[in-house]
């Protein structure tokens, strides 16, 4: 039986607290459409001096709208976990933003707050008086934001871009989160998207999230011809997470000569969502 982590005293001070002490500021005057894929960001820690790392923890993390396998929706505990893999950038799928399911919380907000983080939200759908989508969390700044509109299926999908300076030399990296969806003809139109996107950044790019694609697919097949997907290992299965029996969870980067794996592992964590979280380590060249 999975075992709770005692809290965290940060946790504990911080949940006492409004969740309304980072001022939020809207960004990424480049979406297609206004309100419903709004991006919002909150503000991080304070600015100081940046050495650039000398590697880079990402972690991939499907959250489910802070649902556990028990039911309870605890976002503490989502916290904690990124706490304790140390994680420098994290893309979440299925965040809600102010939705009714959820007790209206901005999720982005209040994971920002716990971690002490950046954040960016980027919604596909206006859904129960909030916003459904996808966030961004990174412990380096981020200097801008996009929302890119995907070909769409059954739902909305958009790639949440964000640009995140690893230190004051001015070296920057692209992080997508990405959470596509849902039949294979759907996705892989999605994925063609952002291959038609990136084509031609010269900046490195890491797609970080939910493929809902098996390794062997088509969608799987066409984004190896642009970035490296590198072994998990073994225990590669990230859903469902009590009893996984499918990968559908990735993080991939470009190019190849800019990173050095280090690390990449699926977590065993078999409570906090119903997907397993990815963790990517890169030494940074």
Not at 72 to 96: G, M, N, P
Not at 253 to 264: L, T
Not at 267 to 282: A, K, N, T, W, Y
Request: proline share 7%.
């Amino acid at each position: 039986m999975h075992k709770a982590r005692p809290r965290h005293p940060l946790f504990a001070a911080l949940t006492v607290l409004p969740f309304c002490l980072a001022p939020a500021i809207v960004v990424g005057q480049e979406l297609q459409s206004s309100e419903p894929s709004a991006l919002v960001a909150t503000a991080g820690p304070p600015r100081a001096a940046l050495q650039r790392p000398a590697t880079l923890r990402i972690l991939a993390y499907n959250v489910r709208h802070g649902e556990g396998m028990d039911h309870v929706i605890d976002l503490e505990r989502v916290a904690q976990l990124i706490a304790e893999l140390q994680a420098d950038v994290v893309a979440l799928q299925e965040v809600d933003s102010v939705v009714e399911r959820t007790g209206g919380v901005d999720q982005t907000r209040v994971l920002a707050e716990l971690t002490g983080m950046h954040s960016a939200f980027g919604a596909f759908f206006d859904y129960q008086g909030g916003r459904y989508g996808m966030a961004l969390l990174s412990r380096y700044p981020i200097t801008s934001y996009a929302n890119h509109w995907l070909p769409e299926g059954t739902e909305p999908r958009t790639g949440l871009a964000a640009r995140i300076r690893l230190g004051d030399s001015g070296d920057e990296i692209i992080v997508v989160g990405i959470h596509l969806y849902r039949t294979a003809e759907q996705r892989y139109a999605q994925a063609s998207g952002l291959v038609d996107i990136y084509r031609d950044e010269t900046t490195p790019v890491i797609l970080a999230g939910d493929f809902n694609s098996l390794p062997d697919s088509e969608v799987i097949d066409l984004l190896k011809q642009y970035w490296i997907i590198p072994e998990k290992g073994a225990d590669r299965l990230t859903y469902p997470s009590d009893v996984p029996d499918r990968e559908i969870d990735y993080i991939m980067y470009r190019p190849a000569d800019r990173f050095e794996v280090i690390e990449h592992r699926v977590i065993d964590e078999p409570l906090v969502s119903d997907h397993r979280p990815v963790l990517l380590e890169l030494r940074l060249r």
